[in-house]
């Protein structure tokens, strides 16, 4: 069974920074990518930052140049710094890994964490 686990949120002040952590458990044949996906209230989930297995990174325009993805392949490890925090930035951050869960033969797919609330407010 793969779990991941989302950890770092909080209330931050705008201009502060947090940084997210997710952890995953449970074994998969071959990760695709990995990402951080956000959701506002009365709003659609949306992509915030995503990291290839090439390491290649891809961030939404929203968050250039402030928030930063890593993962740690060792540690079996995903996190997104967030620097300059904006109320905007406010919501519920999810950690997202898409692959083939047993062989090469398998589809790709999505497993997700539970979320972490992230509040920006003065």
Do not use: H
Request: one cysteine or more.
């Amino acid at each position: 069974q793969v779990q991941l686990v989302e950890s770092g949120g909080g209330l931050v002040q705008p201009g502060g920074s947090l940084r997210l952590s997710c952890l995953v458990s449970g074994s998969i044949f071959r990760i695709n990518s990995m990402g951080w996906y956000r959701q506002a209230p009365g709003k659609q989930r949306e992509l915030v930052a995503q990291i290839t297995s090439s390491s290649s990174t891809n961030y939404a325009d929203s968050v250039k140049g402030r928030f930063t993805i890593s993962r740690d392949n060792a540690k079996n490890a995903l996190y997104l710094q967030m620097n300059s925090l904006k109320p905007e930035d406010s919501a519920v951050y999810y950690c997202n890994v898409n692959g083939r869960r047993f062989s090469a033969k398998d589809l790709l797919r999505d497993y997700w964490g539970p979320g972490t609330q992230v509040t920006v407010s003065s």
